[in-house]
């Protein structure tokens, strides 16, 4: 990790990042509806399910969707559910590089992780050492 956020900082990231996850959301979701449409009710969606013979996919949605993970990685921050907009900024504690962790829906960044333990360790900020 290159570029570390404060608090502060990563708070006000917030104000640019809540639509750009909302939007990728989205357009996700319409895909998928367009894979449901094609293939009928009951179709589970999967991770890496994009395009599938028969299945139209508007360009203009991949292309917002690419724009927004670019925009999203060039700001330094780890995209890790398009679902549920949760992703995680790095930051210096004491030294020590951990994970602010965010997702959408959430008013502020209130919860933080170390690095390998990923969403199942997310600790309050107030525990934060």
Known sequence: MAKYYDLAVANERLTDLRPLLAGLRDDRDTIV????????????????????????????????????????DAWGIML???????????????????????KLGEDDIAWWHELESGLAGRRPLIELE
Do not use: F, H, Y
């Open 33 to 72: 509806r367009s894979k449901v449409a094609v293939d009928g009710p009951g179709v589970a969606w999967q991770p890496g399910m994009v395009e599938q013979p028969g299945m139209v996919v508007d360009p203009a949605t991949l292309a917002r969707m690419e724009a927004a993970v670019r925009q999203i």
């Open 80 to 102: 890790r559910d398009i679902g549920t907009g949760l992703v995680d900024l790095p930051a210096l504690v004491n030294g020590r590089p951990i994970w602010l962790c965010w």
